[in-house]
């Protein structure tokens, strides 16, 4: 067993590897950490490479993928490259959940039964609360996608991206996601990090390393601490939690990852609630 | 302008930021921090190359601003006229070493030392071997190694620098200038 193997056996490493597959996307959230939207640099994993990443994870002893962006399902093939990495290990694919009509809701019901969760994000039961942020039209093209994604047999998460001035009312929105065929134990509550498009506006927590979860997070620019790593201010991708360049073999960051853990003083877990 | 981002402290990944803890690192480690795998095994291997070892400081010094004369690297030249001048090496010498004057070597072995810097950082090919002989007699042969490995050593440094463009610390420049080296 290597080190990796133990950390991630004994807890020490989060299990979950993430895959930044994409940067680009149809919608430009205010608070969006990527500063994804239509015409930015795409910054792409090919569906080979990522599931070449997923089957060195796995070899390493890593439990779970979780596969974000810019929004994944701009590229055509993701449900079939996420029916390959759910073959894998367990995966959590996060989508804005405004693309799951005509072709590609068919295409996604590769997904049915498979080890893959989709997880959706809305913010609010209030539909302009949610679309000042997310977009026109964005509140009714989620909950018109959850409930026709649940009814193929795909596995449904709602994910809530808070802001700290303007909470969302959590008990309509809950009853708003069971309705919709979402249990309280898929749904997700963050609040708005001070990274990206959210920096520039002043918006959202400062947070330190230590109070982002350590998961191993691939790009295709290198190999990052957290899936709140990669983000990108001004057109320009963020350093600051850049573990190497080098992602193959995933064996060279996961080592990085584990030394920086190892190495980090005690009591040192955070209590923002960040996932 | 360097020609790559040079990180800050702020975008400074997180094997890097010890290298910021003092304050600015200088445009070297700043351009290597973009590959901070990189950086990890570049600095200890230029600090042991190029810092204090058991070759004296003179010596190492005539190395570096010779070679970096040869390959034309400002920033080394200049960086490195600095670090001669504090290491005792005359305005004359460092001037010299820098192409701008011929000189006499006071100690013994220095001319052979500067004939094998010529021509293992300026030749191409094998290198004489009366020379070799000749340094043979002034060095001993750990002398040699660590010398000639810190000649390649800076002229790796000095194409990286010159083709990056890093630039030249004010402070450095001041200095330059105020003995006339600029
Ligand atoms: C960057 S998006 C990528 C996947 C997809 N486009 C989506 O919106 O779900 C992943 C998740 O990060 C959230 N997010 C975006 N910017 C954020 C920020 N500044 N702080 C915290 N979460 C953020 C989004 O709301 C979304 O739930
Ligand atoms: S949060 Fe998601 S949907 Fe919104 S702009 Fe960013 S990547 Fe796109």
Same mark, same amino acid.
């Given at each position: 067993?290597? &080190? ?12 979950? #590897? ?43 002893? =890593? /439990? ?5 962006? @810019?929004?994944?399902?701009? %590229? ?6 996420? $029916? ?31 080890? #893959? ?37 795909? /596995? ?19 009853? %708003? ?20 498009? &959210? ?13 982002? +979860? ?7 620019? @290198? ?11 001004? @057109? ?16 060279? +960051? ?8 190892? @190495? ?12 | 302008? !360097? ?12 094997? &890097? ?10 445009? %070297? ?17 230029? !600090? ?38 504090? $290491? ?50 002034? =060095?001993?042969?750990?002398?040699? #190694? ?15 620098? /010159? ?8 402070? #450095? ?10």
């Amino acid at each position: 067993m290597s &080190a990796v193997d133990q950390a991630v056996a004994d807890g020490v490493l989060p299990g979950r #590897v993430w895959l930044y597959s994409n940067y680009h996307c149809n919608l430009t959230c205010s608070y969006c950490l990527t500063e994804s939207g239509p015409g930015v640099q795409r910054r792409e994993l090919s569906p080979a490479r990522m599931v070449e990443v997923a089957e060195q994870a796995a070899d390493l002893g =890593f /439990t779970d993928l979780g596969l974000t962006g @810019g929004e994944p399902f701009l %590229l055509p093939t993701m449900p079939e490259t996420l $029916a390959r990495l759910g073959a894998v290990l367990p995966t959590v694919a996060l989508t804005n959940g405004t693309l799951f009509t005509g072709r590609r809701l068919a295409a996604a019901e590769v997904l049915a039964g498979a080890r #893959v969760a989709l997880q959706i994000s809305l913010d609010s039961a209030e539909p302009d609360d949610n679309d000042r942020a997310r977009g026109p039209e964005n509140f009714a093209k989620v909950v018109a996608a959850v409930p026709a994604l649940v009814e193929r047999g795909i /596995t449904v998460r709602i994910a809530t991206t808070q802001s700290e001035d303007e909470p969302a009312d959590m008990a309509r929105l809950c009853a %708003l996601h069971r309705d919709l065929g979402v249990p309280d134990s898929d749904h997700v509550v963050r609040p708005i990090i001070a990274r990206g498009r &959210a920096e520039a506006a002043g918006l959202g927590v400062e947070v330190r390393p230590e109070d982002l +979860p350590a998961e191993l997070t691939v790009t295709a620019d @290198g190999a990052f601490w957290s899936p709140f790593g990669p983000t990108v201010r001004g @057109g320009r991708l963020d350093t600051d939690l850049l573990l190497t360049r080098t992602t193959d073999p995933l064996q060279v +960051p996961a080592q990085t990852l584990l030394g920086l853990i190892e @190495g980090r003083p005690p009591g040192a877990d955070s209590t923002l609630n960040i996932r | 302008m !360097s020609r790559v981002q040079l990180l800050d402290a702020s975008s400074a990944p997180l094997t &890097a930021r010890r290298h910021y803890a003092a304050g600015d690192p200088g445009p %070297l480690v700043a351009a290597l921090a973009t590959v901070p795998e990189l950086l990890e095994v570049a600095l200890p291997f230029l !600090s042991t190359v190029l810092g204090a070892s058991a070759l004296d400081v003179r010596t190492k010094e005539i190395v570096i601003v010779r070679t970096s004369a040869l390959l034309r690297c400002g920033y080394c030249v200049d960086g490195h006229s600095v670090v001669a001048l504090d $290491a005792g090496l005359t305005l004359a010498e460092v001037g010299a070493l820098r192409g701008e004057g011929p000189i006499e070597w006071d100690v013994e072995g220095e001319d052979d030392l500067v004939a094998w810097i010529d021509a293992v950082a300026g030749g191409r090919g094998p290198v004489d071997s009366d020379l070799a002989a000749r340094l043979a007699g002034c =060095f001993a042969e750990h002398e040699i #190694v660590e010398l000639t490995l810190l000649i390649g050593a800076t002229m790796m440094l000095n194409r990286f620098c /010159t083709a990056l463009e890093l630039p030249t610390a004010q402070v #450095v420049a001041d200095r330059l200038a105020s003995v006339g080296l600029r």
